[in-house]
T-cell receptor, first 111, second 112 residues
Framework: DQQVKQNSPSLSVQEGRISILNCDYT??????FLWYKKYPAEGPTFLIS?????DKNEDGRFTVFLNKSAKHLSLHIVPSQPGDSAVYFC??????????FGTGTRLTVIP | SQTIHQWPATLVQPVGSPLSLECTVE??????LYWYRQAAGRGLQLLFY??????ISSEVPQNLSASRPQDRQFILSSKKLLLSDSGFYLC???????????FGSGTRLTVV
């Protein structure tokens, strides 16, 4: 049972425009959410996170929005750059031990 | 600073052969350790996690096993590999009170 879902397997965006990656979850006990970025043949690297007590967290070009009532979060990248091309995983946690990951969205930023 | 090492980077093994993937963490003590698998067309699937030496929790029943013989060492094993075991295996660690994970560089396993 996939508790964290990324329904768009791929996304293409022009350089300089906004990239919006979406993530939905089913477990209302999740209280911490993270985004990871992954290049081919490498391990995922942490990008940005948000606690359930917030609805927005910003770090440079990256902003994560959390809508608890809709059990939805999104990652905005503005402006998008070719180096942002990667697979992005959404993850959620209901405690300190386990992270549940989505299936990933492959972002392609077109120069 | 903390670092995580995972090896080998790639591995091609015949069906029915054994498997041993090793992961070590440096620069921290008593980390939570994890084994994930990324299979084609799927997300990151948690296989095992460990909160201490000798303590292993299995999330998905399969023919894989994990062991933690030392505080900063986590080993993924199989006695007999199946074709379906092919995938990208990732080791990760986290502090006990944090949520963020740091991943290793991964092992691409191909079972032929």
């Amino acid at each position: 049972d996939q508790q964290v879902k990324q329904n768009s397997p791929s996304l293409s965006v022009q350089e300089g425009r906004i990239s919006i990656l979406n993530c939905d979850y089913t477990n209302s006990m999740f209280d911490y959410f993270l985004w990871y970025k992954k290049y081919p043949a490498e391990g995922p690297t942490f990008l940005i996170s948000i606690s359930s007590i917030k609805d927005k967290n910003e770090d440079g070009r990256f902003t994560v929005f959390l809508n608890k009532s809709a059990k939805h979060l999104s990652l905005h990248i503005v402006p998008s750059q070719p180096g942002d091309s990667a697979v992005y995983f959404c993850a959620a946690s209901a405690g300190a031990n386990n992270l549940f990951f989505g299936t990933g969205t492959r972002l392609t930023v077109i120069p | 600073s903390q670092t995580i090492h995972q090896w080998p980077a790639t591995l091609v093994q015949p069906v029915g052969s054994p498997l041993s993937l090793e992961c070590t963490v440096e620069g921290t003590s008593n980390p939570n350790l994890y084994w994930y698998r990324q299979a084609a067309g799927r997300g990151l699937q948690l296989l095992f996690y460990s909160v201490g030496i000798g303590q292993i929790s299995s999330e998905v029943p399969q023919n894989l096993s994990a062991s933690r013989p030392q505080d900063r060492q986590f080993i993924l094993s199989s006695k007999k590999l199946l074709l379906s075991d092919s995938g990208f295996y990732l080791c990760a660690w986290s502090r006990q009170v944090d949520y963020g994970y740091t991943f290793g560089s991964g092992t691409r396993l191909t079972v032929v």
